[in-house]
């Protein structure tokens, strides 16, 4: 092992990462609201399962330092995207609402993963992926899971099929008069707490707010949605905590996981939060907080590359159908629990 070495590693999945950016920009792949996330796991995994074998071992702690170090940071500096003013804005109602679909989500995912034999690492994964933000939260349970790099991809590979899939029916619900109970304010809930990725928010929003000018819905579930994406942080502590208990032996449950970077990823919220709140007016503040939002972008892309690098088709046939399955289920509880919690409960609330 040597650094040039590593620093090979590292450019390989930057030139993919880069390949993976470009394409998210096309217009083809834009309709469909794919991420550049999502197209660095395609390109890897098209790699994996191409010219892998041909990587030199040397080069093989680089590919590692994307999928681990360049995941954490990106994950610290994605808390530039979120501020507690935030929190304060969509109130009490969506608030609650939002606990409640990551608190069961969670919880439903690992019964029903344990009713239908999914190992653990999975289980957790696909669940926290559907419960808070899709890929993100799947690279931010990684760490501390412990997975192997295949389940991770598998993982993410659920949240974004079936995350695609509502951005193109909750328009179509709305058009057809399916959600025609529920106000702008209960739209915006609904779609903000349920969509997997922010991207899938951003898509539906807007496609719904297209009709008959209703802006509101695209802002409101994507502030819904952001906030989801704080609920990482306690999310990540309770799981690190579980895990540690929950070894297979004394020395195994004496060995807690602490995820310094969510206490990071905290207070980079925190730091946004006095940025706006001090120096909102001040004129290099947006194109700052731009440049900070491609980097931790790219970041992000790096290490969902580095997954889909090392996620070949043998790997995906040795996870079976069982993680589909589970986030099948987790799909229909998002869809129509989602749908009476904004009916019933937002009225209630306020």
Same mark, same amino acid.
Request: include cysteine.
């Given at each position: $092992?040597?650094?040039?070495?590593?620093?090979?590693?590292?450019?390989l /999945?930057?030139? $993919?990462?880069? +390949?993976?950016?470009l394409?998210? =920009?096309?217009?083809a792949?834009?309709?469909?609201?794919? =991420?550049?996330?999502? $197209?660095?796991?395609?390109?890897?995994? %098209?790699?994996?399962?191409?010219?892998?074998?041909?990587v030199?071992a040397?080069w093989?702690?680089?590919?590692?330092?994307?999928?681990?170090? $360049?995941? *954490?940071?990106?994950?610290?500096?994605?808390g530039f995207?979120?501020?507690?003013?935030?929190?304060?804005?969509?109130?009490?109602?969506a608030?609650?609402?939002?606990?409640i679909i990551v608190?069961?989500? /969670?919880?439903l995912?690992?019964?029903?993963?344990?009713?239908i034999?999914l190992?653990?690492?999975?289980?957790?994964?696909t669940?926290?992926?559907? +419960?808070?933000? @899709?890929?993100? !939260?799947?690279?931010g349970?990684e760490?501390i899971?412990?997975a192997?790099?295949h389940?991770?991809?598998? +993982?993410?590979?659920t949240?974004v099929?079936?995350?695609?899939?509502?951005?193109?029916?909750?328009p179509?619900?709305? *058009?057809? @008069?399916l &959600?025609?109970?529920?106000?702008?304010?209960?739209?915006g809930?609904?779609t903000?707490?349920?969509?997997?990725?922010?991207?899938?928010?951003v898509?539906?929003?807007?496609?719904? @707010?297209s %009709?008959?000018?209703?802006t +509101? %819905? !695209?802002?409101?579930s994507l502030?819904?949605k952001?906030?989801?994406?704080?609920?990482l942080?306690?999310?990540?502590l309770?799981?690190?905590?579980w895990?540690?208990?929950?070894?297979n032996t004394e020395?195994?449950?004496?060995?807690?996981?602490?995820?310094?970077?969510?206490?990071?990823?905290? &207070?980079?919220?925190?730091?946004?939060?006095?940025?706006?709140?001090?120096?909102?007016?001040? !004129?290099?503040?947006?194109?700052t907080?731009?440049?900070?939002? %491609?980097?931790?972008t790219?970041? #992000?892309?790096?290490?969902m590359?580095a &997954?889909?690098?090392?996620?070949s088709?043998a790997?995906f046939?040795q996870a079976?159908?069982?993680p589909?399955?589970? !986030?099948?289920?987790?799909?229909?509880?998002?869809?129509?629990g989602?749908?009476l919690?904004?009916r019933? #409960?937002?009225?209630?609330?306020?």
């Amino acid at each position: $092992m040597t650094d040039k070495g590593i620093i090979k590693g590292i450019l390989l /999945i930057s030139l $993919m990462s880069i +390949a993976a950016w470009l394409s998210a =920009s096309l217009p083809a792949i834009k309709a469909l609201s794919l =991420s550049s996330l999502i $197209m660095g796991i395609v390109i890897g995994m %098209v790699f994996a399962n191409t010219l892998r074998s041909k990587v030199p071992a040397e080069w093989e702690p680089g590919l590692k330092f994307c999928s681990k170090r $360049m995941l *954490r940071t990106g994950i610290i500096l994605y808390g530039f995207r979120l501020t507690f003013q935030d929190v304060i804005a969509i109130g009490v109602s969506a608030l609650v609402i939002d606990v409640i679909i990551v608190t069961f989500t /969670i919880f439903l995912g690992y019964w029903i993963g344990k009713w239908i034999g999914l190992d653990r690492d999975s289980t957790l994964l696909t669940s926290t992926g559907s +419960a808070i933000c @899709g890929a993100a !939260a799947v690279l931010g349970a990684e760490p501390i899971v412990k997975a192997e790099p295949h389940k991770t991809a598998v +993982a993410v590979s659920t949240v974004v099929i079936f995350g695609t899939l509502s951005m193109f029916l909750y328009p179509i619900a709305y *058009r057809a @008069g399916l &959600l025609s109970d529920l106000s702008i304010q209960q739209i915006g809930i609904y779609t903000g707490s349920t969509l997997h990725e922010v991207a899938h928010v951003v898509g539906a929003g807007n496609a719904i @707010g297209s %009709v008959e000018g209703y802006t +509101a %819905v !695209a802002s409101s579930s994507l502030i819904v949605k952001m906030v989801r994406v704080i609920m990482l942080v306690p999310v990540l502590l309770i799981m690190s905590w579980w895990l540690s208990r929950s070894g297979n032996t004394e020395s195994d449950k004496k060995k807690i996981s602490v995820p310094w970077f969510a206490f990071i990823f905290l &207070l980079m919220i925190g730091l946004n939060s006095l940025l706006h709140a001090y120096c909102d007016n001040q !004129a290099w503040l947006a194109p700052t907080l731009k440049a900070i939002e %491609v980097i931790s972008t790219f970041m #992000l892309t790096m290490a969902m590359t580095a &997954l889909g690098a090392d996620t070949s088709i043998a790997k995906f046939r040795q996870a079976g159908a069982k993680p589909f399955y589970l !986030a099948g289920i987790i799909y229909l509880w998002l869809i129509f629990g989602g749908y009476l919690l904004a009916r019933y #409960l937002v009225p209630i609330l306020g």
